[in-house]
């Protein structure tokens, strides 16, 4: 039964490693890297990293968007 739940776990393990990695992808990063760093550390600190990094695909007309929404609550919060 023991083993069982342990081959439960790896599968698990290895089924959410492939999220992070997913999200490295669709960011730019590489799916390999990030699916090794959550198969090895854990998923969950490769989510993170994953989080924080910023997104090499975003174009230059789409961040001087952002940043003029960001100008215009600003203005709002200020009023």
Do not use: H
Not at 40 to 45: K, L, R
Request: hydrophobic share 60%.
């Amino acid at each position: 039964m023991i083993t069982f739940y342990a081959i439960l776990g790896i599968i698990l393990w290895v089924a959410l490693a492939f999220w992070p990695a997913v999200i490295a992808k669709r960011k730019g990063y590489s799916f390999g890297l990030f699916l090794l760093l959550a198969l090895v550390i854990s998923f969950i600190f490769a989510y993170i990293v994953v989080a924080l990094l910023e997104d090499k695909n975003e174009t230059a007309e789409a961040k001087a968007d952002d940043q003029a929404a960001e100008e215009i609550l600003d203005k709002q919060e200020d009023q």
